[in-house]
C-alpha cells in the first residue's frame, strides 16, 4: 500500500486540483485491483436433495478454497456423505449448482484432477496392494514409468510398502483403508474427497494418515474430508462446516474457535436440533 502511494505521489504530485477524497479513492482502486480474489476450489449454492419424496438436503451453500484442508463435520446420517456425493456426480442433486475446481459440468479433465475415497472401500480382494494401485493408475493418463514410481512412492507413503504384495484379502480393516487413501491420490490430484479417512484405524496409522494429508496441503491440494472426530478436524484443519438434518449449521475457520470444537459443536446441534436429539 505504502508502494502504491509514493508512486501516486511521484506521478500525480505536481497536479493542483485533485481533491483529498479523490486521491483516496484513486488510490484505493489501485491498490484493490492489485489483489487476488482467490476462487473456491469447491462451490455450493443452495443445494438440496430429495430420496423417497422426503428432503434430505436443504438449501447447503459452501466454499472450500485452493490449498485448504476442510472437515465436513455431523452426527450420522446428518447429510455428509450425501452431500460429498452430490459434488462428486455420484448422485444428482434436486435443486442448486455445484463447481469443482471451476467446472459445473463435471467434465473428465476435470475428473482427472479428483481424487476419491469413499467410507467403505469395497475392494477386489484378490488382487495385491501393488496390483490395486496400478488398477486405478490405469484410469488416468500416466505412463507406465511414472505409474510405477507412484505406486512405490504410495506404498511407502501409508506404510505398506512390506504388504505390497500382499493379496487385499489378507490386509486388516485398517490396511484396506490405508490402500484405499492410497488409490484415491495415485493420480496426484488437484482435489481430494475423503469419507471418513480415519475410520477403523489405530493411533500409528491416524498420525501416518494425518501426515500425508498435511503433505498434501503443503503441495497445495485441497482436501475435502468428512469425519465425526473432531481432535482431528482441530489439529489439521483450516475450515470446517457442521450439518445437522440436512442443514447446514455453520460454516468457521478452525483459528476463528473461541471455546474446544467439542463444546461448539454440541452447542450448534442442540440449537438446531428439531425434535428430541436421537444418539445413534
Known sequence: MIRIVEIFA??????????????????????????????????????????DGKQILFDV????????????????????????????????PDEGTISILGDTNLSNET????????ENTYLYKYLTGREFLRFNGKFFQISDSEL????????????L???????????????LQRIGLGQAIINNPSIVFLD??????????????????????????????????????ESICDSFAIIHQGHLVTSEKVKDLKEPLEEYFIQKIEENTEGHLEVI
Open 10 to 51: 511521484r506521478k500525480f504530485g505536481k497536479m493542483k486540483h485533485f481533491s483529498i477524497i479523490g486521491e483516496i479513492f484513486f488510490i484505493q482502486n489501485i491498490y484493490m485491483s492489485t489483489i487476488e480474489i482467490p476462487t473456491p476450489a469447491v462451490l455450493i449454492e443452495n443445494l438440496s436433495k430429495y430420496l
Open 196 to 233: 471418513e479417512p480415519m475410520s477403523g484405524l489405530d493411533p500409528i496409522g491416524r498420525k501416518m494418515v494425518k501426515d500425508l494429508i498435511l503433505e498434501l496441503k503443503a503441495k497445495g491440494t485441497t482436501v475435502f474430508f468428512n469425519t465425526h472426530i473432531l481432535s482431528d478436524v
Open 161 to 175: 510398502h512390506k504388504a505390497g504384495d500382499k493379496l487385499l484379502a489378507k490386509y486388516s480393516k485398517g490396511m
Open 111 to 118: 475428473k482427472e484432477k479428483i481424487g476419491f475415497m469413499p
Open 61 to 92: 451453500n459452501l466454499s472450500i478454497f485452493s490449498g485448504e484442508v476442510f472437515g465436513f463435520l455431523g452426527p450420522n446420517g446428518a447429510g455428509k456423505t450425501t452431500t460429498m456425493k452430490a459434488i462428486l456426480g455420484l448422485i444428482r
Open 148 to 159: 510405477e514410481e507412484r505406486i512405490e512412492e504410495i506404498l511407502h507413503k501409508v506404510g
